[in-house]
Structures are given as structure tokens and as C-alpha cells.
């Protein structure tokens, strides 16, 4: 190996880590605009996020530039973006006006925040250890940049329409914790991993997709939310209905050994 192979070994690709760059610095910059009371902004720039971390990936595998390196810059730029600045978003808007009727009140308004944070951080943990090893078509607990689309597009909606935070802070509240909750839990999420892109579709998805489009440059933050919270309360549902089916099973299994028991005894007889 030559002095110039060593030299390109240790380097690092630059276009896919220049998404992740990019995705980190609306993160970041999410967070002043929150501090600054820029709400509608640090919103957007949350959404940027998301969308250049949906790309980072996506470039890496198209040019072959997949690294270690690349999946744990990925992973920290994910905690800055959706797990920091999403929770630092609910406390400036809305949490921590709950400061002004109590402390302990203003206290409970900060943990919820944290409890978000951290909730990320334990979400990415576990996705990086699991990776290999899931379901590609299912993801475990909601991901982190579909939580910061929820928390960010309920500010978003309100923000646009004058409506303070204060006003809604014992709603922000528990939502902020809920969907925190939500990305450390078993819940399965569909991940879109599986869908064949590059196979012929209908003719309605096109369709679909452009409605989709339309929809956004008119009430782009109304459409943010509801499909975001829909993907959201989606995993539940898939959840339960797996539970329920599974149950069924168990139960036809145990009706289906009981009938054959009591065939043999009669036959025993």
C-alpha cells in the first residue's frame, strides 16, 4: 500500500458527511432561533434537518461511501437535531412559562424536556446496537427525527396562528413526554425500507404525491403535523393489532390441543 492509499484510508468521504453537516447545523441552528423566540423558524429548520439526514444515507449508499465513522457522525448530528433542539423547542415555546404559576410546576416543565432529550439519546443508542440485527421493514420505537416532525409541527401550527405556548402548556406538556416515550418503546413502526422504488407503481401514487406537494406550499405545517402524528399513533394501532392477532393464535392453539386431548381420551375409552 502506498503513502497516498494510507493517506485516502484514513480519510473520511465528504459528500455524505456534508448532509450530515448540514442536517447538524439547522439542528443547531433551531436552537437559537428558539432562544431567540423565532419559534416558526426553529420549526423549519427542524424539518431541513430531517430531510438532509433522509438524504445523507441515501448519497452514501448510491456512492458506495458507507463508513463507521459516517454512521456514528450520523447518529451524534441525529441527537443535536432531533433529540436537543426539538426539546429545547417545547420548553422555550411553551414549557417553560409553567415557571410562572409554580416552581415545582417549572421544574416538572424542564424535566419533560429532558425526558425527551434523553428518551433520543436512548433511541439512537439502541438503534446503533441493533443495527444488522432488525427487522428492515419495521422500525422499534418512533424515530427520533419522526418524534422532532410531531413536537415541531405542533409548534408550527400554533406559532403560525399567533396562538401562544403559554396557553397550551398543559398540552405541550404531556405531549412532549408521550412522544419521548414513544421512541424508547417496543412499538413497530413501518420504516418505507421495504418499498420497491424501483419498480413500476400505479399511476395513482404519482397522483398521490403530487396531492401530496400541493398540500404543503398551501398548509405546509398543518400537513407536517398531521402526517407526522398519524405515522405516530399508525405504530400503535399496528401494535395492538399484532397483540390481538397474536393472542387469537395462542388461543386456537389452546382450543385445537384441548379438542385433541379430548379425542384421544374418548378414544382411550
Not at 429548520?45 to 450520523?74: C, H, K, M, P, S
Not at 425526558?115 to 433511541?123: F, K, M, Q, S, T
Not at 427525527?145 to 405542533?154: K, L, T, Y
Not at 399508525?234 to 379438542?259: E, H, P
Request: charged share 15%; proline share 2%.
Amino acid at each position: 500500500m502506498t503513502k497516498f492509499d494510507k493517506a485516502k484510508s484514513k480519510g473520511i468521504y465528504l459528500l455524505p458527511n456534508l448532509f450530515t453537516t448540514g442536517a447538524m447545523f439547522a439542528g443547531y441552528y433551531s436552537i437559537i432561533a428558539s432562544i431567540r423566540g423565532q419559534f416558526e423558524i426553529a420549526c423549519l429548520t427542524i424539518f431541513i434537518a430531517a430531510l438532509l439526514d433522509g438524504l445523507d444515507g441515501r448519497v452514501a449508499r448510491l456512492t458506495n461511501t458507507q463508513t463507521a465513522f459516517g454512521e456514528q457522525f450520523d447518529s451524534l448530528s441525529d441527537l443535536l437535531s432531533f433529540g436537543i433542539a426539538p426539546s429545547l423547542l417545547a420548553y422555550n415555546w411553551s414549557l417553560i412559562h409553567l415557571g410562572n404559576i409554580s416552581s415545582v410546576l417549572g421544574k416538572i416543565g424542564w424535566l419533560a424536556a429532558f425526558i425527551y432529550a434523553v428518551c433520543g439519546a436512548l433511541r439512537l443508542a439502541r438503534f446503533n446496537t441493533q443495527i444488522g440485527t432488525q427487522n428492515k421493514a419495521y422500525f422499534q420505537g418512533l424515530a427520533s427525527p419522526s418524534a422532532a416532525a410531531v413536537i415541531s409541527g405542533f409548534v408550527w401550527v400554533f406559532a403560525e396562528q399567533g396562538i401562544s405556548g403559554e396557553s397550551l402548556m398543559f398540552v405541550t406538556l404531556p405531549l412532549t413526554v408521550i412522544v419521548g416515550l414513544l421512541m424508547v418503546s417496543k412499538i413497530r413502526y413501518y420504516s418505507f425500507k421495504t418499498i420497491p422504488f424501483k419498480e413500476n407503481v400505479s399511476f395513482v401514487w404519482i397522483l398521490l404525491l403530487v396531492l401530496i406537494f400541493v398540500l404543503l406550499t398551501i398548509k405546509t405545517a398543518w400537513v407536517l403535523f398531521v402526517v407526522f402524528t398519524g405515522y405516530a399513533i399508525s405504530g400503535i394501532i399496528i401494535t395492538m393489532l399484532a397483540v390481538k392477532n397474536k393472542r387469537a393464535r395462542r388461543k386456537k392453539q389452546r382450543l385445537k390441543q384441548q379438542t385433541e386431548e379430548q379425542s384421544e381420551d374418548e378414544h382411550t375409552d
